[in-house]
């Protein structure tokens, strides 16, 4: 089971990026399905969640009104729309699996199903 998180790079600041995360070796369509980033020298932080069906979602407050999730009609590819890009956006990001359809958990022992991250670099 692997989720595999693509579409970084680099960006100036005022730039988009769009992310995607694909699933392989399971189906994930009724999961809820999240994104994470690590800064340098940072936590794991929460940027946002989308329900199984699409119909729900979550951002964390850095990210609110600039970022979008959003999930395929066969819900196993989710994708991060990243508008407005700023520096302090700079970080690795990693896509994740819930167990549960829907959750509003934004902590990281939460969610399961970890993939490798792609780096997100926004220069000033």
């Known amino acids: 089971v692997q989720l595999q998180a693509f579409g970084g790079g680099l960006v100036q600041a005022g730039g988009s990026l769009r992310l995607s995360c694909a699933a392989s070796g399971r189906i994930y369509s009724n999961n809820a399905m999240g994104w994470f980033r690590r800064g340098p020298a940072t936590e794991r932080e929460f940027v946002a969640a989308?329900?199984?069906?699409?119909?729900?979602?979550n951002y964390g407050d850095s990210v609110k009104g600039r970022f979008t999730i959003s999930r395929d009609y066969a819900g196993n590819t989710v994708y991060l729309q990243m508008n407005s890009l700023k520096p302090e956006d700079t970080a690795v990001y990693y896509c994740?699996?819930?167990?549960?359809?829907?959750?509003?958990?934004?902590?990281?022992?939460?969610?399961?199903?970890w993939g490798q991250g792609t780096q997100v670099t926004v220069s000033s």
């Open positions: 989308i329900s199984w069906n699409g119909g729900s979602t």
């Open positions: 994740s699996a819930h167990r549960k359809a829907w959750t509003t958990s934004t902590q990281e022992r939460d969610w399961r199903s």
